[in-house]
Nanobody, 123 residues
Framework: QLQLVESGGGLVQPGGSLRLSCAASRSTLENYAIGWFRQVSGKEREGVSAISSRGGSINYADSVKGRFTISRDNAKNTVYLQMNSLKPEDTAVYYC????????????????WGQGTQVTVSS
């Protein structure tokens, strides 16, 4: 059973950067599409970015295009989300999730989820 662990969250000032990591254990990530999602308490989970198993397809939410970059290193069994020019509205718990089918930012087909990492953007 694939297990995902997110890391890299924290407190950052507006305009700052963070890099989130999604590391896999118990199985290899190379056969899975990976999505990053975020959720604010009381609101629905929002798709942020997704990458197919070999990296050939990538999607971003309009709200993060030009600021966030998703990448993967299958040799390290890790997917990254580089977040630049962070805004207070990016504050949320960020989750990574895995799916054997690439569905972009639609969360319904992702069946392995990490526990999340908090990102807070505040001065």
């Amino acid at each position: 059973q694939l297990q995902l662990v997110e890391s890299g969250g924290g407190l950052v000032q507006p305009g700052g950067s963070l890099r989130l990591s999604c590391a896999a254990s118990r199985s290899t990530l190379e056969n899975y599409a990976i999505g990053w999602f975020r959720q604010v308490s009381g609101k629905e989970r929002e798709g942020v970015s997704a990458i197919s198993s070999r990296g050939g397809s990538i999607n971003y939410a309009d709200s993060v295009k030009g600021r966030f970059t998703i990448s993967r290193d299958n040799a390290k069994n890790t997917v990254y989300l580089q977040m630049n020019s962070l805004k207070p509205e990016d504050t949320a718990v960020y989750y990574c999730a895995a799916s054997t089918i690439y569905s972009g930012l639609y969360p319904g087909l992702y069946d392995n989820w990490g526990q999340g990492t908090q990102v807070t953007v505040s001065s």
